[in-house]
């Protein structure tokens, strides 16, 4: 056998070789580990939340009047109540708070202070007195679809 002849099989083996190893891709490299993300100074600082006595939101739901047979008695704030005086009753705001009540149907507001607990019934969100519920056009034995909103914190106590 000539040179040729065995160089031949040995250069085919070594070109088959090399193309089967160009075919085939080159082992993943492994990533760089990603830095971290920046996180971007803050330009104002963060505005505190209002306290938890002060309802910010509007809350909404039925108003209604208190019976004239509680004119004279005490409220749960131990003022006695007066069918005549711009008060009423909320499930949680505290005494003492100032709440703009606008009747939704006619667009009529007032200004109340809370100085009792209620109204229990779901639907309600506050119990007016006569005065207070007669400034917003609801008669004495009706409710009306009202909207509340804090316009005044009860004041410190001593």
Do not use: C, W
Not at 4 to 17: E, H, K, M, T
Not at 40 to 62: C, N
């Amino acid at each position: 056998m000539n040179n040729i002849s065995r160089i031949l099989p040995i250069g085919l083996a070594v070109a088959f070789s090399t193309a089967m190893h160009a075919q085939t891709p080159p082992p993943a490299a492994t990533p760089a580990p990603a830095a971290p993300a920046a996180v971007p100074a803050p330009t104002t600082p963060p505005v505190a939340a209002a306290p938890s006595s002060t309802k910010s939101e509007r809350m909404q739901g039925l108003a209604a009047v208190y019976s004239d047979k509680l004119d004279g008695r005490k409220t749960a704030s131990g003022q006695v109540f007066r069918q005549q005086k711009l008060t009423a009753a909320h499930p949680t705001l505290p005494f003492g708070t100032k709440v703009k009540v606008t009747n939704t149907k006619n667009n009529k507001n007032v200004e109340v202070t809370i100085n009792d607990r209620g109204p229990t019934q779901p639907d309600r969100v506050i119990d007016l007195s006569s005065a207070a519920a007669a400034k917003i056009s609801i008669g004495k034995k009706a409710m009306a679809p009202v909207t509340l909103e804090v316009v005044g914190e009860p004041p410190a106590r001593k």
